[in-house]
Structures are given as C-alpha cells and as structure tokens.
C-alpha cells in the first residue's frame, strides 16, 4: 500500500506544471472532446509506466542491493533538482490531429512521457518498492490526478496553482525518499 500512495502522491505532485500537463490543456483547447482525451492519457501512461516499472524490477534483479540504494539514492535527489526546473512544451507534442482525439492523445502522451520525470521516477519507485503493479498502478493515478481536471478545467485551472510551490513540494518529496534511501531505509527490502 506504501508503495502505491507514495508513487500516487510524488507523481501527481511532480506532474503539475508539467509538459504533459501543458499538452493536456493544449489538446483540450483544441480538440473540446474531453473523454477521449483522458482516455488516451490513461492508455499512453498504463502503456508507458507498465514498461517503465517492469524497467525498474529489472535493474532491482541486475543490481546488487548496496549498489542499488546508491543508484535509487541518487537517482531521487537527482529527480528532487530535475522537478524544479520548468518544463518547455514542444508544440509539435500536439500535431497528430490526423489520427484522431484518443489517437493525437495516445501518441502525443506516450512520446512526450519518454525520459520524462514521471517515467523516470516510475522506475526508480519500481526499483525501490519492488512492487511493480502498485508502483504503476499509483503512477498512473497520478498522472490522471494531475491531467484530468486539466483537460476538464483548461486555462481556469492553469492560472491558478501555485506551480512553483507544488514543484518545491514534489522537490521535497523526491529529496527525502533520496536521503531516506541512502541512509538505508530501505535495508528492509535488500538494498
């Protein structure tokens, strides 16, 4: 259960601000279908986090564990930096309108979440939880957590959160999972 809060909590936070979170409004200023828009976000992440978790059960069978927590370790504080520095959106993100609304989103989504914090972060948390299905599954739920009121809500939403702080807490979050990893926290578990 652990597993599947933290990954639900860090994600959603990390994911506010986010360029997938601008993509969200974008396609839904520009398409004004919202069910098949959070249902192309919701395939894209179950498809792009299942993989990213089975990623990171993998490198947890490859690695010996006191190498493991120094990666996963570091691998958090380095995520702490990367979430405070803003994210630019690439307006070619959302030039697939020939595939359809859940096709634009599926695609928009899956591609503009490789090697995204999000992605990253789900196989760190795999790694560390070593719980692959909870790990996705609270993934996943954060990312809808972030980007379904952004696809229903649009610019009313956009204006009024307090993006930096939301991103100081997510940095917080990822930093403290780093220094508790590396401080053995996870000797529990193996690592």
């Known amino acids: 259960m652990q597993a599947f809060l933290v990954s639900t909590g860090v994600v959603a936070l990390a994911e506010i601000g986010d360029k997938t979170q601008l993509l969200a409004f ?10 098949p828009i ?10 792009n986090h299942a993989a990213a978790g089975a990623l990171g059960a993998w490198i947890t069978s490859m690695i010996g564990p006191g190498t493991l927590r120094w990666v996963l370790g570091l691998s958090f504080i380095a995520m702490a930096l990367w979430t405070l ?15 359809g609304v859940f096709g634009t989103t599926f695609v928009a989504f899956f591609l503009a979440e490789m090697g995204d914090k999000t992605q990253i972060a789900t196989i760190a948390l795999s790694a560390q ?15 809808m957590l972030a980007n379904v009121p952004a696809v229903y809500l649009g610019d009313r939403l956009a204006h009024r959160l307090p993006v930096r702080a939301v991103h100081a807490v997510a940095a917080l979050i990822f930093a403290a999972l780093g220094v508790a990893t590396l401080l053995g926290a996870g000797a529990q578990l193996g690592f």
Do not use: C, N, S, W
């Open 26 to 35: 974008i396609l839904a200023a520009k398409f004004r279908r919202p069910l």
């Open 38 to 47: 959070v249902l192309g976000i919701l395939a894209a992440t179950l498809l």
């Open 85 to 99: 520095v803003p994210d630019q959106f690439d307006e070619a993100d959302a030039r697939l309108a020939r595939h």
């Open 129 to 143: 939880y070593q719980a692959t299905a909870a790990v996705v599954a609270g993934t996943t739920l954060g990312m």
